[in-house]
């Protein structure tokens, strides 16, 4: 089930907050990034079937998981992506 | 003639989570860390605003008017930094004027102009400006009372940003 708007609010910050440490040009803004927690949050309760039927039986779970970020977030980093995945598991987990 | 600017002569952090602080913003891009790449007074002192800014925090600013007002229509002049290339910060302003002998914390605030900054690619560590007018005209020797409030509403910018805000006459 979906977090809450505010638990994707909690994690979409964290994400920020993690992705642009003081020393570094934030290059997305909240809205990026709440946008992309939001579209993993909802992959997160697609069925497998749904999922290969989606993106194809060849494609990893993260690659998967990765095609679902929207723009511009989809053009960050590896570790900028794997972030997003990271905050909805521990939003899920109720840690953010 | 024009006047200003007049910095606050108080300024208190009317908040206590964390969201907005003293701050001195630390120059950028590339001003902060090893590689840092600045001349040799890269930093600025202002009003700090956290990442990704939820809710309306307030800073208590008070202005103290010239005794002979400066020509010209009374503005908030407001520099904004951040080391951010997107992102947006929103400033609710609540003022209102007060004499000598008058209560500066029973006085009613009235809404000013809101205002909007907006990074973009290349406005990274830039002094963003912004020019507000006032619905009052104060007296010589007032002193302006202000709530300058970093609205969550609309906030998007995720660095630290740094504010610094003046009042001028032009």
Partial sequence: MAMTPEAQNRCARFVCNQAFPPGTTATFHFGHALAAVQAVDAALDVTLNQAVVAVGGGVTVINALAMQIPAPWNTGSAAQQALIGVAVFMGRGGLI | ?170
Avoid at chain 2, 7 to 20: E, K, L, M, R, Y
């Fill in chain 2, 1 to 170: 003639m024009s006047g200003g600017p007049i910095f606050p002569s108080s300024v208190f952090v009317n908040q206590t989570n964390g969201s907005i602080f003293p701050n001195f913003f630390a120059g950028g891009p590339g001003g902060q860390g090893a590689n840092a790449v600045t001349n040799q007074a890269p930093h600025d002192e202002g009003l700090g605003v956290m990442a990704s800014l939820s809710g309306v925090s307030t800073f208590d600013l008070r202005f103290i008017v010239p005794p002979t007002v400066p020509s010209g229509t009374m503005k908030l002049r407001t520099l904004a930094l951040a080391n951010a290339t997107t992102g947006a910060g929103v400033i609710t302003v609540l003022a209102a004027n007060v004499s000598g002998g008058g209560n500066p914390s029973l006085v009613t605030l009235t809404s000013q102009a809101q205002f909007t900054v907006a990074w973009t690619s290349g406005l990274a560590g830039m002094y963003l400006e912004t020019k507000t007018t006032f619905n009052f005209t104060p007296a010589g020797s007032d002193v302006i009372v202000m709530a300058f409030q970093p609205n969550g509403s609309g906030w998007t910018q995720a660095a630290v940003s740094t504010w610094i805000p003046t009042l001028i006459w032009e």
